[in-house]
């Protein structure tokens, strides 16, 4: 890092911090990718992250197996699997244009996608819910919502609805579009398919089954419906913050 001062080093680290939040990465991981050398590479793995509260938070809503295995199993392969894709790109871009390893580079794009979309949404999802969450949002988010989906009522059901038609695994998505400054929803299948580029993930809800089958079996709507009960709106409205001020 070049020449700055004390207060320009805190500046970007909070910058960076707030930017790393939005997309799901930890503050630490995030300023640790802004170094250089052998030291600094070594940290840019990816890394999963605690559960922001204790596998039974958000019991009776979600339970605590549930939440056990869809963090430390699910999320986890994710983790490793975004690793693992990263590590062969970088062995099988060595020998340039005439690389062998560049047969594997559809299958390993494929991996990145699927896995680095997977990671993503999962530690926006965590954050996303609280032990004594769900209610009406209040503040910047609460007046975004009623203007781009008419009221909060109106809102809901477009977002649960969306969540329950996704068709296999998938999530229902409320995102930051800053082409038009508009909050949209979408309903992606698996992770990384039916996205729009561009758009900032704010609200996010796993409709895999891993995410609900233990309690749910296969009532995937009963699912959708309880997550009213657990969103930290607290959290929805600071990345709304983040996903405006970053894209004025
Ligand atoms: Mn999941």
Redesign the pocket.
């Known amino acids: 890092m070049a020449k700055v001062n004390r207060r320009e080093v805190l500046g970007t680290l909070g910058t960076l911090a707030a930017a790393g939040g939005w997309i799901g990465l930890t503050a630490d991981e995030t300023i640790a990718q802004e170094g250089s050398g052998t030291a600094a590479a070594a940290s840019r793995e990816y890394k999963l992250p605690p559960l922001p509260y204790a596998a039974d938070a958000l019991e009776p809503h979600i339970d605590a197996q549930t939440m056990t295995l869809?963090h430390g199993k699910?999320?986890a392969s994710y983790v490793k699997g975004l690793n693992d894709a990263i590590t062969k790109l970088e062995a099988a871009r060595q020998g340039g244009a005439t690389s062998a390893g560049l047969e594997a580079i559809r299958d390993l794009t494929d991996s990145l996608a699927f896995n680095g979309s997977g990671h993503v949404l999962?530690c926006v999802f965590w954050e996303n819910m609280k032990k004594g969450g769900g209610g009406e949002p209040k503040g910047a988010i609460a007046k975004q919502i009623a203007g781009d989906f008419g009221s909060f009522a109106n809102f809901q059901a477009h977002f649960a609805t969306a969540s329950k038609k996704v068709q296999g695994s998938g999530w229902g998505i409320l995102a930051w579009e800053p082409l038009s400054r508009r909050l949209i929803v979408l309903g992606a299948e698996k992770h990384q398919n039916l996205t729009m580029f561009g758009c900032i993930p704010l609200l996010v809800l796993?409709v895999?089954e891993?995410?609900y089958y233990l309690k749910y079996q296969n009532n995937r709507g009963g699912y959708v419906d309880a997550f009213g009960n657990v969103v930290n709106w607290e959290n929805v409205d600071s990345r709304l913050s983040m996903a405006t001020k970053l894209t004025a």
């Open positions: 869809h699910h999320h999962h796993d895999w891993h995410a």
